[in-house]
């Protein structure tokens, strides 16, 4: 079922034509929270986090959407499991917005402190302590992939400390995990090459974990060939839209302008920095999922 979207959701919108559509902007955020669920169930947690930034960092004047917090909510999740910290929101991204949605999202950043220092010991006690929150959130299931992505977490970092670890110690070191749970883990995360190990036994049944880091120079080039790839793309974008759009001399004249007063100016157009946004509390049931 969550397939069937893919095709229209991995097609870019760079315009639209609003003299043929009746959109709003709710209509906009809508589409891209949505979208990021699908995106989510598919493990495609890049493609979730670009939609998530979309609504967060819609620009605002008076009232903060409900729909912006609960993206923010799931951005925080799904920066964790796809990449073990949190992504920095774009620089375009209303200050006021941001600090809004943090503080409707206090029990989701204390989990991103445990991340930072591969606590699992406090991760189990937020996500024990805050559990009717992210049920009401309906956030259990996504708060049991952070804890998979904490523990794989553990894992990498203990590839920097030994050549080779007995499993049994290895399930003590990473701690609430059975030898056999490990070795799950890891099989699974060798196959999908997130480290390069092997597990071998010993005369005496002992089973032993063998890290290899020859691989990481390979994994570093394709990220780059990658990263290159992706800005080679967007440029290629914006060039067509500078044609398309025909920016006009006003519109780079006011850019340059905000741009000129500092890395906020932009975004301090459409939000005064002073500014209390409100939450959308009539509209906030309707988006905690």
């Not at 960092?57 to 073990?84: D, F, H, M, R, W």
């Not at 701690?175 to 005369?203: D, R, V």
């Not at 001399?249 to 459409?270: A, C």
Request: charged share 25%.
């Amino acid at each position: 079922m969550y397939t069937y979207p893919l095709q229209l959701l991995d097609y870019d919108i760079e315009t639209i034509d609003t003299t043929k559509n009746d959109l709003d902007i709710q209509s906009v955020l809508e589409y891209y929270f949505y979208g990021s669920m699908v995106y989510i169930a598919n493990k495609n947690f890049v493609r979730a986090l670009d939609f998530l930034s979309i609504v967060i960092s819609a620009p605002t004047q008076k009232l903060l959407s409900a729909i912006q917090i609960a993206a923010y909510k799931k951005y925080v999740l799904v920066c964790l499991i796809g990449e073990g910290q949190m992504r920095p929101l774009p620089k375009y991204t209303a200050s006021t917005v941001e600090k809004v949605c943090k503080s409707q999202a206090v029990v989701y950043l204390q989990l991103v402190d445990a991340f930072k220092d591969t606590n699992i010991r406090m991760f189990q006690d937020i996500a024990s302590r805050s559990s009717t929150i992210f049920e009401n959130d309906k956030h259990i299931g996504l708060i049991k992939q952070c804890f998979q992505s904490l523990l794989r977490k553990k894992i990498k970092e203990l590839t920097k400390v030994y050549i080779t670890v007995g499993l049994n110690e290895m399930a003590k070191k990473i701690e609430n995990i059975s030898p056999k749970e490990l070795e799950l883990i890891l099989i699974e995360m060798i196959n999908q090459k997130q480290i390069s190990a092997s597990i071998s036994i010993t005369e005496q049944l002992t089973k032993m974990v063998h890290f290899n880091d020859d691989d990481e120079e390979e994994e570093r080039q394709s990220k780059l060939e990658e990263s290159i790839l992706n800005l080679s793309t967007i440029n290629n974008r914006i060039s067509y839209m500078d044609k398309l759009e025909g920016l006009n001399r006003d519109f780079q004249t006011k850019y340059m302008t905000l741009s000129s007063t500092g890395p906020g100016g932009i975004s301090e157009h459409f939000v005064d920095e002073e500014m209390e946004l409100p939450v959308d509390e009539e509209a906030k049931s309707s988006f905690a999922v």
